[in-house]
């Protein structure tokens, strides 16, 4: 199969993009002829990663641009964005991929603090950075969303709640931005399982089989798998598509359990 070209002269912005499922979404955006911008607080790896995705295509060192930024930040977010448009021309795809979650157990011991940090972050961040996507091109020219939520935020976990909850309210943002932004802005989101990054490796390492056990595909999921659909929802093929939480998650929720 040879890689469709169908970002050509379009481009991209994915908060978090330094490693895991950011990483992949602006590697497949790139192959596919994207130019894009990665975000992340860590200088170095950012740097990393953003000469990886330079020396993945030919001319990718004119089509990657990263930008050190913490998604919680007013400032950041405008300067993510508007060092965006300033070198590309365009910001025609924004993906909200940024997660955090410090809080794990029983919500009645929580530390408020952190609950309200993941909040901030998770869902607070994601629309300032459709509000400033919107402001400085999208309203005006048009564009698409995908949102990175997870299949903690459609069934109750128990173990990341606050976390759960924060993407449970991701989604519903994702619903509200498709209907207040759309003709010109398609909105959608995404909603993984388990997938074997360096941020879910507490729930995994040392136990695999036994974490991939309940999956119908019995595996976990990989950073390509979930890059695959996002692409998909942010391009023309996905022209009559807004408002969707789509489930990449090996068949887990069909089972009935999380």
Same mark, same amino acid.
């Given at each position: 199969?040879?890689t469709?070209?169908?970002?050509?002269?379009?481009?991209? !912005?994915?908060?978090?993009?330094?490693r895991g499922?950011?990483?992949?979404?602006?590697?497949?955006?790139?192959?596919?002829?994207?130019?894009?911008?990665?975000?992340?607080?860590?200088?170095?790896?950012? $740097? @990393?990663?953003?000469?990886?995705?330079?020396?993945?295509?030919?001319?990718?060192? $004119?089509?990657?641009? @990263?930008?050190?930024a913490n998604?919680?930040?007013?400032?950041?977010?405008?300067?993510?964005?508007?060092?965006? +448009? *300033?070198?590309?021309? #365009?910001l025609?795809?924004?993906i %909200?991929?940024?997660?955090? %979650? =410090?809080?794990?157990?029983?919500?009645?011991?929580?530390?408020?603090?952190? +609950?309200?940090?993941?909040?901030?972050?998770?869902?607070?961040?994601?629309? &300032?950075?459709?509000?400033?996507?919107?402001?400085?091109?999208?309203? *005006?020219?048009?564009?698409?969303? +995908?949102?990175v939520?997870?299949?903690?935020?459609? /069934?109750?976990?128990?173990?990341?709640?606050?976390?759960?909850?924060?993407?449970?309210?991701?989604?519903?943002?994702?619903?509200?931005?498709?209907?207040q932004?759309?003709?010109?802005?398609?909105?959608?989101?995404?909603? =993984?399982?388990?997938?074997?990054?360096?941020?879910? *490796?507490?729930?995994?390492?040392?136990? *695999?089989?036994?974490?991939?056990? %309940?999956? =119908? !595909?019995?595996?976990?999921?990989?950073?390509?798998?979930?890059? &695959? !659909?996002?692409?998909f929802?942010?391009s $023309?093929?996905? #022209?009559?598509?807004? &408002?969707?939480?789509? /489930?990449?998650?090996?068949?887990?929720?069909?089972?009935?359990? !999380?």
């Open positions: 199969m040879t469709p070209n169908d970002f050509a002269g379009r481009t991209a !912005l994915i908060t978090s993009g330094s499922i950011g990483f992949a979404i602006a590697e497949e955006l790139l192959s596919r002829g994207a130019s894009v911008t990665i975000t992340a607080r860590k200088a170095d790896d950012l $740097d @990393a990663a953003a000469g990886k995705l330079a020396a993945s295509v030919e001319g990718g060192a $004119d089509r990657v641009l @990263a930008v050190v998604t919680g930040s007013d400032e950041a977010r405008a300067e993510a964005v508007g060092s965006t +448009v *300033e070198r590309f021309g #365009s025609d795809v924004l %909200n991929n940024t997660g955090i %979650n =410090p809080v794990f157990g029983f919500l009645m011991e929580a530390d408020l603090n952190a +609950v309200r940090k993941i909040f901030d972050t998770n869902v607070v961040g994601a629309l &300032g950075f459709v509000q400033q996507a919107w402001k400085a091109w999208m309203g *005006e020219h048009g564009g698409a969303v +995908v949102n939520a997870s299949v903690a935020g459609l /069934r109750s976990s128990g173990v990341i709640a606050a976390y759960g909850a924060s993407k449970a309210a991701l989604i519903r943002l994702t619903e509200e931005l498709a209907w932004l759309g003709p010109k802005v398609r909105v959608n989101a995404v909603a =993984p399982a388990v997938v074997k990054t360096k941020f879910a *490796e507490h729930l995994y390492t040392g136990r *695999e089989d036994d974490a991939a056990a %309940n999956y =119908p !595909l019995k595996r976990l999921g990989a950073p390509e798998d979930v890059a &695959g !659909l996002v692409a929802l942010a $023309d093929a996905a #022209s009559w598509i807004s &408002g969707e939480t789509v /489930r990449v998650d090996g068949g887990l929720l069909a089972t009935g359990t !999380l």
